[in-house]
């Protein structure tokens, strides 16, 4: 499975049901939603009440990428108002596997997200139960950032860690994705590919999506 995540992030705020609807006239059917406290990263973006808002006009599946401090608290209700897909920083918390555990147990999908300098071994006892593993390939917090290179070994690391155990969860890949390293991350193991400010950016944006998978 491979698809493009457009990011709402660099969607207008001010039209976001207009942005929503278009990217899915285009085929879009998963939307990549970020959620930032100003303390775990250096920006602050939405919460509850946008979320709440989009899941009534929209039917595609929502992945919300929590970029927050203590997410135990906060999960249950992502998942209540209508997130499908729940992924937490593991440098956030020291209970990994129970927050994973409370995803699941609302009727999630469950993932968890690595910062560019965390190893896959920090999550490597955790691999057997996690639905997909989102590499960071920015440092998180802002769109429109450089891709970092180094984050393509990461990739490969861990699509071969999973074919070696036969584990059946994602990879998903977030920031600095265009169409150059759109088509590096695939070839490297990629199955879920964020954009935003280059999708959001670009004059054509059927083209741009079927660029993006090519
Ligand atoms: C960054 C966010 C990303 C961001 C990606 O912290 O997690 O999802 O929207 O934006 P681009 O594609 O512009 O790097
Ligand atoms: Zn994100």
């Known amino acids: 499975m491979k698809k493009i995540l ?37 920006n602050i973006s939405l919460g509850f009440p946008i979320i709440e808002s989009i899941r009534k006009i929209s039917n595609s599946v929502f992945d919300v990428h929590l970029m927050i401090n203590n997410p135990e608290l906060y999960v249950e209700k992502f998942c209540d108002i209508g997130a499908d897909m729940v992924s937490f920083h593991i440098e956030t918390t020291n209970h990994a596997d129970r927050i994973l555990q409370l995803i699941k147990d609302k009727g999630k999908k469950a993932g968890i997200v690595l910062n560019p300098h965390t190893p896959i071994n920090s999550i490597k006892y955790l691999l057997h139960k996690v639905d997909y593993v989102l590499i960071m390939t920015v440092n998180p917090g802002f769109g429109g950032q450089r891709f ?31 169409i150059q390293t759109s088509k590096k991350c695939r070839e490297a193991g990629a199955d879920l590919l964020v954009c935003g400010s280059f999708l959001f950016g670009a004059e054509n944006k059927e083209n741009t999506l079927k660029e993006l998978l090519k």
């Open 6 to 42: 457009p990011s709402i992030l660099s969607a207008d705020f001010a039209n976001l049901e207009r942005d929503i609807k278009n990217m899915e006239s285009l085929g879009v059917d998963y939307f990549h939603i970020d959620v930032m406290d100003g303390n775990f990263v250096p």
């Open 148 to 178: 970092i290179p180094e984050m393509l070994n990461k990739i490969k690391e861990l699509d071969t860690i999973r074919k070696e155990s036969n584990y059946t969860f994602l990879i998903e890949v977030d920031g600095g994705i265009n």
